[in-house]
């Protein structure tokens, strides 16, 4: 019962993890679809912020005013994009480390298949030459006997 209840634990801890990675690739898949519409969305929303601004202040937006507005926003863009992609590094790290352990649990696997077929066929060879042996004195031992019977006759003959 404890053996069966432990599986099913487990079962559920993978699948769990399992969920929580497809709900985490999901987001990731998201945001990966969904960056350069928030640098528009951004850029342009600013844009028309500053100039609904400039008509409640009553005050005229110069190229000057206008540059460093851009910069700043660009500024902030790319701090979050920055922060978004270094997120997302980690994450493909962490799925590349995944994938390598896997790959070297695969090789494992097929490591020691090999090793147990080797095993396996060298045993069945040596099985079939030590047969091949048996056979070979039983037939030698038979063939000295009878040549000993004839040399025994050859001598009562005599």
């Known amino acids: 019962m404890s053996i069966e209840k432990t599986r099913e634990t487990r079962f559920k801890i993978v699948e769990e993890t399992i969920d929580e990675q497809s709900k985490?690739?999901?987001?990731?898949?998201?945001?990966?679809?969904?960056?350069?519409h928030y640098v528009l969305y951004i850029?342009?929303?600013?844009?028309i912020v500053l100039f609904i601004c400039s008509f409640i202040f009553d005050k005229s937006v110069s190229i000057e005013i206008m540059n460093s507005w851009v910069g700043i926003?660009?500024?902030?863009?790319?701090?979050?994009?920055?922060i978004?992609?270094?997120?997302?590094?980690?994450?493909?790290?962490?799925?590349?480390?995944?994938?390598?352990?896997k790959t070297l649990e695969t090789i494992?696997?097929?490591?020691?298949e090999i090793i147990n077929y080797v095993d396996k066929t060298s045993?069945?060879?040596?099985?079939?030459?030590?047969?091949?042996q048996e056979t070979q004195v039983s037939y030698g031992k038979s063939n000295v006997r009878a040549?000993?019977?004839?040399?025994?006759e050859n001598r009562n003959v005599k």
């Open 108 to 112: 494992d696997n097929i490591k020691k």
């Open 24 to 36: 985490f690739d999901k987001i990731v898949q998201h945001v990966r679809e969904f960056w350069w």
């Open 123 to 132: 045993k069945e060879t040596q099985d079939v030459i030590r047969r091949s």
């Open 147 to 152: 040549s000993f019977r004839g040399m025994g």
């Open 73 to 82: 926003v660009l500024g902030v863009v790319a701090t979050i994009i920055g």
């Open 43 to 47: 850029m342009g929303t600013s844009i």
């Open 84 to 101: 978004i992609s270094m997120f997302l590094s980690f994450y493909n790290l962490d799925q590349s480390i995944k994938t390598q352990e």
